[in-house]
């Protein structure tokens, strides 16, 4: 495409997007019904009305969605090529984006023009058991674990003291006995102890514990992007109750995306809520300086969210 054609495509989506602005409404709804007011001077439009979100919605309507995921988790080792367990996440991962909700916000300051992309999803409590069980198996067969027994009678067999014959085959099984035995009480109390730790937990579910839990599932999914993302500089989780008593987390990073050759610099904040019985994911992705401006009205939204 000849220039004068970009020129021409790049003024036709301004004064689109400019006309749109002016009638848009200045607010976020999350996937949980959770009201962000960015106020007046920043203009939000529903995603599938802009050339980004629109694609995104496309792809969601007619793309191979769970193909896709498939790819980028086996590109990034979180799981290994054609893995049921991959599959299995990929299906519930398609079925969370399927239901999402995706803004774009803009604003004009300083004779800047500032903008970035808004995506919101819903992840049932159910579903989150159905991701953490998949991940763990991935886990689970990238590290066999390696029993108890197995481990204490190879260390019976090859307790042999350098230098020195070799002990009488009664007390070698005598000794490997015990040690199987040591080994086996020791794997059960610990079992134990894990299972009484995982029902403490349960009984003592709270709102603000689930919302920290979640974001650690968001920390480990960068290993998908491998060394395509580059973080420069990032602040930690925060856990806040806003002033009509929305308990939630927020953090914030800013990264170097390497693409063909390209860096281009990314600001991405997330917001972890709770919405019933589903975990509420929001993030708001920009260019580094889009980022900075526009952060500010986030924090401010949050911080008049109701329930």
Request: with cysteine.
């Amino acid at each position: 495409m000849k220039l004068k054609k970009w020129l021409a495509a790049s003024a036709a989506a301004m004064i689109l997007v400019s006309g749109a602005s002016a009638v848009s409404a200045a607010s976020i709804t999350t996937a949980g019904d959770q009201k962000l007011d960015l106020g007046s001077s920043i203009s939000v439009l529903p995603g599938e009305r802009t050339f980004f979100g629109g694609q995104f919605h496309d792809w969601l309507l007619t793309g191979n969605v769970e193909g896709t995921i498939q790819e980028i988790l086996a590109q990034g080792n979180v799981f290994p090529e054609n893995s049921v367990n991959n599959k299995q996440f990929a299906s519930v991962a398609a079925s969370i984006l399927k239901s999402a909700k995706v803004y774009q916000v803009c604003a004009s300051a300083n004779d800047t023009y500032y903008q970035g992309m808004v995506l919101s999803i819903a992840v049932s409590d159910n579903d989150m058991t159905k991701l953490l069980l998949a991940l763990n198996a991935a886990q689970a067969e990238a590290s066999p674990v390696i029993e108890p027994e197995t481990a204490a009678a190879a260390s019976a067999d090859n307790k042999v003291t350098e230098g020195k014959a070799a002990p009488a085959a009664e007390e070698t099984a005598a000794e490997g006995e015990t040690v199987k035995a040591a080994a086996t009480k020791a794997a059960t109390e610990k079992t134990v102890k894990a299972e009484a730790k995982k029902e403490t937990k349960k009984e003592a579910k709270e709102e603000k514990s689930e919302i920290k839990n979640s974001g650690d599932v968001l920390d480990g999914m960068q290993t998908a992007w491998g060394k395509k993302v580059e973080i420069t500089e990032n602040s930690h989780w925060e856990d806040k109750v806003s002033k009509n008593g929305l308990s939630y987390r927020t953090g914030s990073v800013k990264a170097l995306v390497h693409k063909d050759g390209f860096v281009i610099p990314v600001f991405a904040k997330g917001i972890i809520t709770r919405s019933g019985t589903s975990t509420i994911y929001t993030v708001f992705v920009a260019d580094q300086a889009s980022g900075k401006y526009l952060d500010t009205f986030f924090d401010k939204a949050l911080e008049e969210a109701s329930k």
